[in-house]
């Protein structure tokens, strides 16, 4: 499956129901002379072993996720580049679980198509600029999200309140110093240790202790 120079042509499965499409694809592929279109249907994978398919994942009834994970499984080389109009979060996603070693979107370039072939026949995963903004985005989210604090589902009252707990004030002190009844900060005490799962002050404490809460950052 490695590239040794410039001119090697590869074997092109192509798996695509539209047949203007289909037809375009194949013309262009073999134009460039960087690939042979050896086939094009995904049942002829076995028989023909090209070296990369070109997988449409929204084929009238085929699954072609499915499709994907079955050929994965029974062929772990294959190198296989997912064709789509979709560029949700969500669908990428589940197409690259689906074993896909390239997503290319049809309104990409005939150039980007050609760099997704090299990459993904050298080993290399490749996904069209329209859509790796959205891997990012992803990604900063999902970091945020793991690195935040867990007092941040708190409201600024009960992280207030909460700080003054550990301090050791009892609930009549603690309203008298924010002004509030007591009923009320002993209702904001309990959304605070059931929003936290904790059921008495020595976790509240373990708890603080565990996570290194700086409460200044989170005013």
């Known amino acids: 499956m490695t590239e040794t120079t410039d001119t090697k042509r590869y074997k092109v499965l192509l798996a695509e129901d539209h047949a203007l499409l289909r037809q375009s694809l194949k013309a262009y592929l073999e134009t460039q002379g960087l690939c042979q279109v050896v086939g094009e249907a995904m049942r002829m994978y076995r028989e023909l072993k090209p070296d990369i ?17 079955a050929i994965k ?17 969500d669908y990428l996603h589940a197409a690259l679980d689906s074993g896909v070693d390239g997503y290319v979107v049809k309104a990409a370039s005939a150039e980007d198509l050609l760099t997704a072939i090299r990459a993904v026949c050298r080993g290399k995963a490749y996904v069209s600029p329209e859509v790796s903004a959205t891997l990012i985005t992803g990604y900063l989210r999902s970091n945020r999200q793991e690195h935040s604090s867990p007092l941040e589902g708190l409201t600024t009252r009960e992280r207030h309140i909460l700080q003054l707990v550990l301090q050791g004030m009892k609930n009549k002190e603690i309203a008298e110093t924010l002004f509030l009844s ?5 209702k904001h005490r309990a959304n605070f240790m059931k929003k936290l ?10 708890f603080v202790k565990t996570n290194g809460v700086d409460f200044d950052s989170l005013r």
């Open 197 to 206: 799962d904790l059921h008495n002050l020595h976790q509240v404490r373990e």
């Open 182 to 186: 007591t009923r009320t900060v002993e």
């Open 73 to 89: 499984r029974d062929f772990p080389e294959a190198r296989i580049i997912a064709l789509t109009a979709h560029r949700s979060e």
């Open 53 to 69: 398919v070109l997988m449409d994942l929204s084929m009238p009834g085929v699954d072609g996720m499915v499709a994907v994970k």
